[in-house]
């Protein structure tokens, strides 16, 4: 079989994209908190010193923006002025207004329905999109899945600070793995730039960056990559300009829905081109992008394909979707069909805006929050109720 090389990338809880995004899902939460019907659309924007929050809001709940911005900013570690972005200097302006009542209209429906789950329009046209593979026990690309391990074990040594106590909150990662066919043989490639302090008195610039590069690998890379993936021939770059002190919102301004590559699959599926973070779940750009996801990991976990892409598309104010679609890339069990596959997918799952949210819990999260999803991915961690293979045996009954 072919070999080929891929790549997909992360990036930590401190990196200023980030940052906007859990903002954004913060306030979301805060929202849902106290009104499960909060219809909301937020934007962050994070820059040296500053941060504004922006978009339209329409609920019952109250929200003191500028308290739940400072707390954000502050577990995820911001919290030093030599940072230029510290969670209780910095300016916060919101420019939050009601939502437009046009786009009202097609969503929430004001003359009564036969089926409650008709009630809920989508809230916007667009396309979604969901994937899943045999590559991880997560049922996740691996690419993206070891990035997102590598900056979230960054996170976990900083904050714990026993291990690298000079690390800062932002971080990127980069994982090139590469095939023989559909199979992952080795890691060729890793790339690691983490923020940290000003080399100590004493040390030089290379002395200070061959430090971090060490401990990276040993207390990072080793812990996270799998060891028989790691051979003499992978290529490790950790700060490959060789300095990262100037770093989260004062060395790159921040914007929520700027990484929504990180957000799915890595670059391994497609994507609609929405992002999800500030989004309530009447918006289907986030919530049938969760139920897309639900249906394709039900696919492999059912052992109906090795992998598995399924889009789902919508018009504004309608309930039902316009279109489904779902691929298994020739990967599918011989005597079933992507055709047949689809056919029994609309008929377990129920992909109106209403349905999904009712299923997964999406207007009163139980045991998880928006903000959770804002770093680290959307996908592969079982906390999230999407990622549940409840309908495994469904699928499998419905082919015997």
Not at 83 to 110: L, T, W
Not at 207 to 216: A, L, M, N, S, V
Not at 302 to 323: D, M
């Amino acid at each position: 079989m072919a070999k080929y090389l891929f790549t997909s990338e992360s990036v930590s809880e401190g990196h200023p994209d980030k940052v906007a995004d859990q903002i954004s899902d913060a306030l979301l939460d805060a929202f849902l908190e106290q009104d499960k019907n909060s219809r909301v659309a937020c934007e962050t924007f994070v820059t040296t010193g500053q941060v504004v929050v922006g978009g339209e809001v329409t609920t019952s709940a109250y929200v003191e923006v500028p308290d739940l911005v400072r707390s954000v900013i502050e577990d995820i570690g911001y919290t030093k002025g030599e940072y230029m972005f510290e969670s209780k200097s910095c300016g916060i302006f919101s420019a939050i207004h009601s939502q437009s009542p046009d786009i009202n209209r097609g969503v929430d429906k004001k003359t009564p329905t036969k089926d409650k789950f008709d009630s809920v329009g989508a809230g916007d046209q667009g396309m979604m999109f969901g994937y899943a593979c045999k590559e991880t026990p997560e049922l996740m690309p691996a690419a993206i899945t070891y990035a997102h391990q590598l900056v979230k074990k960054l996170a976990d040594i900083r904050k714990e600070g026993k291990e690298m106590t000079y690390l800062r909150p932002d971080a990127k990662s980069q994982v090139t793995l590469e095939y023989d066919g559909n199979t992952v043989v080795r890691v060729d490639t890793i790339v690691v730039s983490t923020q940290h302090d000003p080399e100590p008195k004493g040390v030089t610039e290379k002395q200070w960056q061959e430090r971090i590069k060490e401990d990276t690998i040993a207390c990072v890379i080793n812990k996270v990559i799998p060891k028989h993936l790691l051979d003499k021939h992978t290529k490790y770059f950790v700060n490959p300009t060789g300095r990262f002190e100037i770093g989260g919102p004062h060395g790159d301004t921040g914007l929520t829905g700027r990484k929504i590559i990180v957000d799915t699959y890595g670059g391994a599926a497609p994507h609609g081109g929405g992002a999800f973070s500030g989004k309530d779940p009447s918006k289907v750009d986030r919530s049938a992008a969760y139920a897309a996801r639900h249906i394709a990991k039900n696919v492999v976990g059912a052992g109906l394909a090795e992998k598995c892409t399924v889009q789902v598309s919508y018009a504004i104010g309608i309930a039902r979707p316009v279109s489904i679609y779902v691929n298994t890339h020739g990967t599918g069990t011989s005597d079933v069909s992507d055709a047949e596959l689809k056919e029994k997918v609309e008929a377990i799952f129920d992909l109106r805006p209403a349905a999904i949210i009712e299923r997964f819990g999406l207007n009163k999260p139980k045991g998880w929050r928006y903000q959770d999803t804002a770093a680290y991915g959307h996908f592969g961690r079982n906390i999230f109720p999407w990622e549940k293979l409840d309908k495994v045996k469904d699928l499998q009954r419905a082919f015997k």
